[in-house]
């Protein structure tokens, strides 16, 4: 009954009256069939752009007035209210209708699926997972996974100008964090971390993001956090055509075209996007058009260019009870360095080329056996690689050569064969469920800066969990994995979670244990030449955690107002923490630091009503300076964060204007001279900001946002600190480019 009342997108006639008779709506819960009295419901006029705006009174019911319902006329209206999914549709006049409302996922409870038994609500998962839907990336015109990253809380952002975009996550670096699209994890690290910059948004759904450890179910790396991106599958229209123009005043300029294809049982989709960057440096005009580039100095820049070529495929099957899909992704980026001039006449520089290619095969798989017993898995094949090229460029025709250098030209690979699959025991209604699963990952590396040339890695393991209600209002989750690492031996791997709600508050508690094994890049990396001397070490031990977090949650609903507090703590204990540490000279090598703490508060507001939502948060994290141990300095480091996001959705024109803001506190820390002396390090506090201004036309065919990013030209911010790899010694750090205006075109036509 309810699938057919959506299916007419909630419209079900009661009659039709001729003449100068009443039209009028009446508004429901879809699921309850209670009346939502103070919904808004706006009329346009046909042929024209005068339209109405009602609110239901206190039966749910909107009457168009008299001097409008008049003649044969056939309105269209959009009808919205807090909490709840904006219906469109149409009627004649005289008609009586009734739209049927859904409760809204972005804002009462989005659906999640990882590390659950089934897709559910978020208000009701046992783990506290925050979701970033479709409809806020496309309000922040967002592109990569570190544009909509960028807002959230306890992620930190770093750059890097050839390794690109880096995260910490509750104060551990992401190294520790497991990045995943749809269940298959992402593999392609430098210097320990993903790029983020190379993780595109155009084929994503929403991204689910769950701190602290999740090691029972994905194992190693799954040790501060998990980041599941969740890609589209392709609507439910029978055709869909999606095109997408974007460009930024600082030389971006990206194109996607996507299509997918309903019929029966079957889905499919395909993607293809090209992004490009010209590279930035600061003092650059802003322009809409790739500007001429002189053979001199001005060739080299801060913000290196770079040239991105994603395709995707996706083919599945819906039945009944079963679902299967297979998925085809392609990503290629090239990042050029220009180099300066060489003395003495300047006619020619060396130019590095950074090429990475990956792809990724994906098969997804979920049935259900019996009402008891529904079993889900996913198997994966991916391929990575980096390949390193140094030229001699002549500037005088631009010609290229290779350099002879040695160190000059290198290529990486690293594959992953992976599969994971559970099934789980125990009906919806059960008082206890349990899960039995399994967890495959099989990992090889190749190239000059491997030891040996090749290696390989393999994990393998079983968990189990189990969903326990002792009561109404309480559910426990006990897990326990045991695995077999062919280098280490895995521990037991424990975790425990509450979930109680009393009357409107709902508490959340957990302990997990997180491991991670040392990768292969950290055990066998061999990299020596001029400029560089970073080694592995195959000396170095697990890195192991304990995990505790706590959470209070409460939404509720006060004169048409919907507000959502949230409180939370957390606290982590890692032993033998690896990092990349200097040693004599220009030597990098991996070391064990021995224990490393974070600790943190969490507070959460949100305040929706029709046309608003307006959500804030303030962090502060400690993070555990390990030189305490020897010099008497603070234990632990503070830091602060704040964000702060508003929309709102203009209800007559369905305009949506959206501000995105956060503060980044300072971080603060200490550093070991090489006199053996200590003394304070730090990296600036800063303030970001975005704006975005979206309208849709004819039908929702056409979308048009615009706006300005870095609002506060946020460019280098100062920073005493020890350098890294690429930058040693640095008096500030690369935050953003300067402030930048943006255009994005949106087409879609859609066949249902």
Known sequence: MLNNRIGLTGLLLLGSIAGFAQTSVVVKEAKSNVTLPGAHVVFYAPNSKDSVALQTDVSGKAELPSNWASGDKKWSYRASFVGYQTQHDTLKSGDKSVIYLLPSLENLGEVVVTAQYEPGSSEDAVHVVRVIDREKIDHMAAVSLDDVLSNALNIRLSQDNVLGSRMSMQGISGRNVKILVDGIPMIGRQDGNLDLSQINLQDIERIEVVEGPLSVNFGTDALAGTINLITRKGGREKIGIRSTTYQETIGTYNQNLSVNFNHKNLFARVSGTRNFFDGWNPGDDHMFSPPERSADETRVQQWKPREQWLGSALVGWRGTTSEVSYQFRYFEETIKNRGFPRPPYGESAFDDQYITRRT??????????????????????????????????????????????????????????????????????????????????????????????????GDYALFVTSEIQPFDGMVLRPGLRAAYNTDYDAPLLPSFNVRYRLNKWVIRGSYARGYRAPSLKELYFFFVDINHNIRGNTDLKSESSHNYTANLQRNFLLNKNLFKIELGGFYNKIDNLITLAQGEGTLFTYVNIGEYQTRGLRMNGSWMRAGWNVQSGLTYTGQYNAISEAFSVDRFSYYPEANLNLTKTILKTGTVISIFYKYQGELPGFRQTAEDQVEPSFIEAYHTADMTVTQRFWKQRIGISAGAKNLFDVQNVAAGLSGGVHSSNASSVPVSTGRFYFLKLDLQWLKN
Not at 365 to 385: L, M, Q, W
């Open 360 to 457: 990724d095969h994906g098969i997804n798989y979920k049935t259900t056996i019996t009402d008891n017993i529904r079993f889900s898995a996913v198997a994966g094949y991916n391929h990575y690689e980096r390949e390193k090229n140094t030229f001699l460029t002549d500037l005088t025709t631009l010609g290229q050569s290779l350099s002879a250098a040695e160190g000059s030209q290198d290529t990486s690979v690293f594959e992953l064969w992976m599969s994971r699959g559970s099934a789980v025991f125990g009906a919806d209604s059960s008082k206890i469920k349990w899960e039995l699963g399994y967890d495959a990952q099989y990992e090889t590396s190749a190239g000059r800066r491997i030891e040996g040339r090749t290696q390989e890695l």
